[in-house]
Nanobody
C-alpha cells in the first residue's frame, strides 16, 4: 500500500533550522504537486507549502514566507522542507502529501502519514 513517510523533525531553539524530508513507499510522486501541512493539537491542520510538478512553482503560507523552502528531488522521489529562523509558533506535527489546489485552497489528495514532530523552544 502506498505510504508517505516524513522524517527530520526534532527539538530546536528559536532561530534554529531543521530540514524535513518525505519519501514515498509503494508509489511515485511523478506528475503530482506535493505539499506540507502542519497541525497543533486542538487545531485544524493547516497548509504550509507546496511545489508543483516537476518543481517550477512554489507556494507558501504567509507566516513561513522567507523562512521555509520546499524542494523536490524527482529522481529520488523525495520532497523536502528546509525550515530556517524557526519560531515557537512553528511547533507542530508536520505532514507531507500529494496535493491539489481548489478554489485557492490546497487539499490533500490521498491519505495522511504519521507526520514528524517539530518543537521550537523559546
Amino acid at each position: 500500500q502506498a505510504q508517505l513517510v516524513e522524517s527530520g523533525g526534532g527539538l530546536v531553539q528559536a532561530g534554529g533550522s531543521l530540514r524535513l524530508s518525505c519519501a514515498a513507499s509503494g508509489r511515485t510522486f511523478s506528475g503530482y504537486s506535493m505539499g506540507w501541512f502542519r497541525q497543533v493539537p486542538g487545531k485544524e491542520r493547516e497548509f504550509v507549502a507546496a511545489i508543483s510538478w516537476p518543481g517550477s512553482s512554489t507556494y507558501y503560507t504567509d507566516s513561513v514566507k522567507g523562512r521555509f523552502t520546499i524542494s523536490r528531488d524527482n529522481a529520488k522521489n523525495t520532497v523536502a522542507l528546509q525550515m530556517n529562523s524557526l519560531k515557537p509558533e512553528d511547533t507542530a506535527v508536520y505532514y507531507c502529501a500529494t496535493v491539489g489546489r481548489y478554489g485557492g485552497s490546497w487539499s490533500n489528495l490521498g491519505s495522511w502519514g504519521q507526520g514528524t514532530q517539530v518543537t521550537v523552544s523559546s
